[in-house]
């Protein structure tokens, strides 16, 4: 039978063009039902504060930029969505005197228009946030060296080369409404691609690209940065690909409750959980990286009950 067609958008890819089926089992998860999918290479966290959670994150900084050494750099890539982690790495990094000369750091991505990545003055650029929550802050004794910052462009090419050589301790990053990572969205449903979304190898085969956006991903990142003005957001975006996320030692995805629903986080931990991967979920292919850690601020998983508001 052909795949059903996506409720929210008909011309892309999504996770409701997924059997009714995996759609009710996760929405019935509890939490504790999410912990017992801990398996080998995949590990489920709970924090019972939000101070707790972001600590933690932050902490997954210093852990990976500890091991840096001049024979055998070593950094970590960083979303924004969180970055409430983004200050207190640099708390952390001044207090504990830790230079930073052989850590690098990633970005994860970057919005695209006119032909570029967005300028740091954009009011919603990734790399302006990155400096003025994070590396701005550090003293500069201290600091990274400019050249181990390394941030998504339109010529992709440098920055995938940054990725060689140097080992990526761990790739934290977020999960949206659209159960992506970075901005791994689902593709468009079009072309070789209208009759079933890419298949896992496929999908894995992406490197870092401008990719278009979602419609839900528009939605959310006006709804979480932009008081909801669609308008402001681009509609293409700079994106660290599966590519390099499988360099990664370690992909650690954290989820306070604030960018993807109490069905969402159940979902993905279903199917990674149970090794089920769809492109239409593109958090899903992550069920075949060989360590991957989801975090969960416990008061931010919620219930999949229905509530009329």
């Known amino acids: 039978m052909p795949r059903k067609l996506s409720t929210i958008a008909p011309d892309w890819w999504d996770y ?59 950094g970590i890539c960083g979303p924004i969505g969180p970055t409430e982690q983004l200050p207190l790495v640099a708390q952390l990094v001044n207090e504990l005197g830790l230079r930073l000369a052989d850590a690098h750091f990633w970005g994860m991505d970057e919005w695209y228009a006119d032909g570029a990545a967005t300028p740091v003055t954009h009011p919603l650029s990734f790399e302006r946030a990155d400096r003025e929550l994070c590396f701005d802050r550090i003293r500069p004794e201290l600091a990274m060296p400019e050249a181990n910052l390394h941030f998504p462009k339109a ?24 159960k992506h990572w970075a901005f791994n969205d689902p593709v468009k449903r079009a072309g070789a691609w209208r009759d079933a979304p890419p ?37 293409k975006a700079i994106t660290v690909g599966p590519v390099e ?6 992909v650690s995805i954290w989820q306070a409750g604030n960018h993807d629903s109490p069905f969402g ?9 149970k090794r089920i991967m769809d492109s239409a979920v593109p958090m899903s292919l992550l069920a075949d990286h060989p360590n991957v850690q989801f975090n969960f601020y416990r008061g931010g998983i919620g219930s999949c009950q229905v509530e009329m508001h």
């Open 16 to 74: 409701t063009t997924l059997d009714d089926d995996l759609i009710e089992e996760a929405a019935r998860l509890t939490p504790a039902d999410m912990a017992r999918l801990t398996r080998d290479g995949f590990r489920v966290v709970f924090h019972d504060t939000l101070a707790e959670f972001y600590l933690a994150e932050a902490l997954e900084y210093i852990h990976a930029w500890r091991q840096a050494t001049a024979g055998q750099p070593a």
């Open 155 to 178: 010529d992709v090419a440098a920055y995938a080369k940054s990725w060689d050589g140097v080992r990526c301790v761990v790739m934290q990053g977020g999960q949206g409404d659209i």
């Open 199 to 235: 298949t896992p190898a496929e999908y894995r085969a992406l490197g870092t690209r401008v990719v278009d956006l979602h419609p839900v991903t528009l939605a959310q990142n006006a709804r979480t940065s932009g008081g909801g003005n669609i308008a402001l957001v681009p509609t």
């Open 245 to 250: 996320t499988w360099k990664a030692e370690k």
């Open 265 to 273: 986080q159940r979902l993905t931990t279903l199917m990674i959980g």
